[in-house]
């Protein structure tokens, strides 16, 4: 059988749901490792990495089931959920790789008045920092972090606000989820292009009389 034919595309399919698996496996393992040994404690980040990785794994098991049994409804949602997903990775990819540092900041700030002073202070105390950037617009916030902050740093009398130090690998940062995430993007798109194209092939072992 010819790569590009019946055997040879639900093969192809069926390994590229496997490794969507194995991803989404990772992700709900690395973040289930990171709430146990105390790495994160954030509910938010925690929960919000395991629905990423739940809903992955979902979409990997139903374009798998639809992959092995060729059933038309179940790779048709399939591909349709898959484009959508590949619509809004592309778009938050190229957001990233664009993204210079007056909107890193404003990112930062949005983030960090949504964490929580425990979240906060966790933050603070892992990265020897206090507050997050001491500028005229946050310099209010900037005040509260201070008197609140109980890094090591503060002791001494030396502290990086901790705006200041996750913005020099911020750069780095995005440029790698940007450049993984447009990886990701394209196998997205690959997979849609392999459930259009396994859809609308005849299974041989079928009845040739049969509808698709």
């Avoid at 089931?65 to 990775?89: D, K, P």
């Avoid at 990886?183 to 041989?204: C, H, M």
Wanted: net charge positive; hydrophobic share 45%; glycine share 10%.
């Amino acid at each position: 059988m010819v790569c590009g034919g019946f055997t040879c595309s639900k093969n192809a399919l069926c390994s590229l749901n496997v490794v969507y698996i194995l991803v989404g496996l990772l992700l709900i393992g690395v973040a289930a490792w990171g709430k146990e040994f105390g790495i994160v404690s954030s509910i938010h980040i925690i929960g919000g990495v395991i629905a990423v990785g739940f809903f992955l794994l979902l979409i990997a098991i139903v374009g798998l089931i639809g992959a092995i049994h060729h059933h038309q409804v179940m790779l048709f949602f399939y591909m349709i959920i898959l484009f959508l997903v590949f619509l809004v990775q592309f778009g938050v990819s190229c957001s990233c790789l664009a993204m210079n540092q007056d909107q890193q900041e404003k990112l930062l700030n949005s983030t960090w008045s949504l964490m929580s002073n425990n979240t906060k202070g966790e933050l603070e105390g892992r990265l020897d920092c206090c507050g997050l950037l001491n500028n005229t617009l946050g310099q209010k916030q900037f005040n509260q972090d201070w008197f609140s902050c109980n890094a090591p740093c503060k002791d001494r009398r030396n502290c990086y606000t901790c705006g200041t130090m996750m913005l020099q690998h911020a750069s780095e940062a995005l440029k790698i989820l940007g450049g993984v995430g447009l990886f990701f993007s394209f196998t997205e798109i690959l997979g849609v292009w392999l459930a259009v194209r396994y859809r609308n092939q005849k299974d041989p072992r079928a009845n040739p009389s049969a509808f698709l």
